[in-house]
Structure formats: C-alpha cells, structure tokens
C-alpha cells in the first residue's frame, strides 16, 4: 500500500470526538498523522444514526418486522448516541471557531435551559435566569429570594479575583460556596439551580470544596456570557447532528496532510521495550469478503478511545441512557423546539442529576412533527436502572418510541501514557454538554505534547446561528439535490457528511462582473485544488433560479479576492447534470471523476462575500435553497 507512510508522528485510533479534535489539531500544527476507525463511518460512540439503525442497534422489533418505516424514510433521521449540547462560549466552540471548523458546520440556538423543583405531581419546570433582570420575573424564587438572587447575579458580574475589594469580606481563595452562598442568604432551592443548571455540576461535592469558590463563579459567568451571545439559552447545536462534529475535525486534520482509513481493524500495537513504536492493522473495502489489505507502520505515539486498549482502562462508572421518540414538546418548555431540562438530584433523591436534551426537526435530525429526547444520569444502584431514568423519562410525557440498553462502561486510562507512548481519552459522561470532553482533549495534548493545547477565545462578532431565516420546502419528488457551486464571489462549504472535495473540474463561473455583482478568483488557473481549472465567464447576468439571497447585504457582493476556491468548495458529483446546477446555481460545473490530494488551507475571509450554499444530502427542496455563512454570520436561519 503506497498511500501508507514508514511512519507518522502520531497514529489515532478511534473517529469519536475526542480523537478527532486531536488529530485535526496535532495536523495544524505540523504532525503527520495517521487516523483510523475499525468503523465505515465517523463519530464512534459519538455518531449520529438513523432510525433503521437505532432500532437495530437496540433490538427494539420482532423478526420479520420493519417498524422503522412508519416514521417516514430512515435517512431523514440523524439520533445521536450521546446527550450533549454545545455552550456557545464553551471551550468547545472556541476550538471549532480557532481552527475554522466551524466552515464545515451550520448551528442553530437550543430554545432554552430549563430545571425542575421538586419531584411527582408537585414538580414545576421553569426557565434558568441567566442576568439580574430574569432573576426578577423568575418562578422559581419568592419575592424576597429573587431580590437576593439579583444581587448575587449582579455580584457574580462584577467580581474580579485579584480585587480584594469585590470579593464582599470574603477570603475567595479558601472559602467555600458554602460560605459565598451563605453571604447573600440564598435558600437551598435556589443553590440547587445556580450550581447544576448554571455552574453545571453534577454533584454537590462543589459546595464544601475549600478554596473552590473562584471556578464556580467562573463557571456562572461562562454560563451568563453564553445566554448573552445569543438570548433565550446558552447552547447551541450542529445542524444534521453531532456526528457532524468529528466529521468536521476530519476534514479538518485532512486538508492538513492527515491520513483517514475507515472499516480498518487494529491487528497489533507493535512494542519496543515497554514502548508503543507501531501498528499492525487491516484495511477491508465496504462490503468486502475478501481478507482485505494488511499494513504496518511505524508511530512515535498512539492515540485512542478505551475500546482500543481493554487492557489499559478501569471502569469508573456506568452511563444511564434513554433515547425517547415524542411527537410532542415537553410541557412546561413553552413549547419550545429544543432545550435543556436539568432535574437536580437533591429533587429526586439522587447523588447525581438528571439531564435531558431535546431537538427536532428544527435541526433537520427528524422529519417535522417530531422531537428526539435523550434522559442520562450515572447508574447509583446495581439493578432496576430503568427506576433511575424513571423521573427524567415521566418529564418527557408520552413516547412514541423508547430505547434503553444496559448501562454503559465509563472508561479512564490507568496511566498518563507518558511510559509507553500510548494516549487514551475517556468516555463520555453523562452531563449534556462538552465541557468534559474539551477538558479530557486538553489533558491528553499536555500528556502527549508536553505543553497546554492554548486556542484562541472566540473571535469578536463571530455569529454561529445568525437570525432566523426561510425554511426550506419538501424535497420535489423525493430526489437529493446535487451538492452545488454558485455565483461568483461566493464561499462555498461542506455541511453535511455527504459533500466532498472534487478535483478535474471546470468551473465556471456565470456572473463575474454583472449584475452588481464581482467575482473572486475567475482567471484560468487561479486555485488550491489541483486539476481545477476556474474559466471568465462570457455571460454578465445572474442565472436563472439563482438565489437572491446569495447576492449578500443590499443585493451586491463585496469586491473581489483573487485568491481562487477555499478549501471545502463543492465542486459536483460526477454523473449530475451540470446544465441543472447551471441554471439554479449560476455556475457551470462540468465533470470531476477523482478526488485531489491535500489542499493549503487558506483563511476564509480571503473568499469573496463568505457565503455558504447548503449541499445536497437528501435533506435540501426543489424550491427553498439555503444559503449561510457559519463563520461570519450570514445563516438563513
């Protein structure tokens, strides 16, 4: 095998999360990596699934029975397998902005946070105040508590660590929550809320931490901070499902140099002494019956998720997880599309919390009329798990479908592997957001590099979910569309796990100079992919069925950058019609047969207006195109 190198700075095994921030990051900065999956699709235990899947995946039919099909086409579901949101401001998000993945990827804002009080028919639901002013209007607090939560709120703004003077006669550096809650009076309810829907703990082990008083007020801040970027809730999530995010660190760490092989199977960590110096692995094709092709290589070091080093991980605990169907919101949610729902475990007895995390068809993840609710909590008895899930499961009222497996192994190394040169993550935990999962990234860089993974904060005015825009129409005749290119001067980018680089095309553009309009990048030759050839067009007017949207602020594009395609331009899929893309799209796009190599990754500021077109993936209309920007704001949504 040719394409294989002698050896790589870094072998990654395992496409979850995790271990694709660390490629796609270790890529950046000049390591050469090599990332494979035993799986023929990305994400691992952080992939999205359709409906035929999941209920395979769980069992929930009898032989002979296709249940799946009452709920519409199988591939307009994306049913993630882990319960987790976004924090806007979260260390996450400043990852996918830093490196710019977040070109490949459209969000939309989760509608909101929510937390229950008390537990049975005498259980309220109510929306998580974010700033002094909500603090006032809020149901969860009488009269005299909200006015005690305003000043707390108004505190928590205005504290500096290094200000003696704001820490209110404190000594911050070895009091206790305990201590600062006691300061403003707060009743137990409301601690409750402020340190699991707010600070996101999922224990109370925080309130009597000495010393721990400055990370949860930092953590409340992050919270505020996140609610304020974009109103209504602090979270947000990627279009088509979090199994989008690995994919996007995947192509991330590939524009970079980095090498994916999917459906190849470990056969051998190869050792020198008591060190990790390669592996032995099996690529086979899809649908292959053969042996498949046997490769070796050689690695300085190997980064993985547990399921690749039995041998070198301890269970630490048990996920509990129920994947719920409705075709209903959660009552007491406003009737929101999305949320949050934080059941506090000292409301139900627990030593852990409850979390429930619910999207829809707002997210394209199902077909309309539908919700996906996902409860989770740490299993606390050996038995009757499903006793544990009850109080989450009672919140979502009537399902239409429900899938519960055994509890779930969570999963630490037993070693730093700084000793044998092998780097295990953790699984994921059962809180439903990422902050863990950064957390584990961060620790595992300093583990393997020697030094902090540092990324920059978000970039001022950065917008990820942007206002809400057009909604798009039902796919005509039940056909995918075909990923697209457009009108010149715009930036177009992968969305979903369908779009993909094609190289030994034509692209034409049609409106270089009319219309208002200018094009970026339109001389012959002028491009990063090789074997694209961008030729003037002859034609000065916009195409029909061009979107107008697309024509950017005030219907013109600004002047042009003549720095050719970015990195994740859809070119088209070889076999569509190109006189079609022409006339919807305004380009003309002529055929592509192979893929190109790596591309230079360039900034995307340097591409014209920065637009995005949405490609095809079975999810787009005949009649209501999508166009985006989910760098610079422009999202039609």
Known sequence: MDEIAPEYDVVVLGTGLTECVLSGVLSVKGKKVLHIDRNDYYGGEAASVNIETLFKKYGNYNAGEEPWKKYGRANDWNIDLVSKLLISSGELTNILVSTDVTRYLEFKQIAGS???????????????????????????????????????????????????????GLNIQACTMKEVYDKFGLEATTRDF?????????????????????????????????????????????LYGLGELPQGFARLSAIYGGTYMLNTNLDEVTYDGDKAVGIKATMKERGDEGDGMTFSTKAKKILGDPSYFPGKVQVVGHVLKAICILNHPIQGTDNSDSCQLIIPQSQVGRKNDIYIAMVSSAHNVCPKGYYIAIVSTMA?????????????????????????????????PLESGVNDNIFISKSYDATSHFETTTDDVKNIYLRAEGHELVVEGLREGTNLVGPPGPRRTRRARGRSRPPTSGIAGTRFTPVNRRAAYVGGATFTPINPAGAGTTGAGTRPGDTDIPGVTINRATNGGVASGANPRARGPRGRLPAPTPMGLPPGVIVRQPGVEPRRNMQRY?????????????????????????????????????????????????IAR
Request: charged residues 25%; negative net charge.
């Open 194 to 238: 402020i340190g699991h829907a707010m600070a996101l703990y999922t224990t109370d082990d925080y309130i009597t931490a000495a010393g721990g008083a400055p990370e949860t007020i930092e953590r409340i801040r992050l919270y505020g901070n996140s609610v304020a970027r974009y109103g209504k809730s602090p979270y947000i999530y990627p």
């Open 114 to 168: 929510y937390v229950q009080q008390s537990s049975g028919p005498k259980a309220t639901v109510a929306k998580v105040p974010s700033d002094a002013k909500e603090a006032l209007t809020s149901s969860l607090m009488g009269i005299f508590e909200k006015r005690r939560m305003k000043s707390f709120i108004e505190w928590v703004g205005t504290f500096n660590e290094g200000d003696s003077a704001s820490h209110k």
């Open 586 to 634: 305004g380009a003309f796009i002529e055929d592509s047969p192979e893929p190109p190599p790596a591309l230079r990754p360039r900034r995307p500021a340097a591409f014209g207006c920065g637009l995005a077109r949405e490609a095809g993936d079975g999810h787009g209309s005949e009649g209501g195109d999508q166009v985006s920007d989910p760098v610079y704001g422009d």
């Open 380 to 412: 606390e008895t050996n038995a009757n798990h499903h006793l544990e899930l009850a109080p989450g499961v009672e919140r979502l009222g009537r399902t239409e479908e429900k899938f519960m497996g055994p509890p779930i192994p969570l999963y630490e």
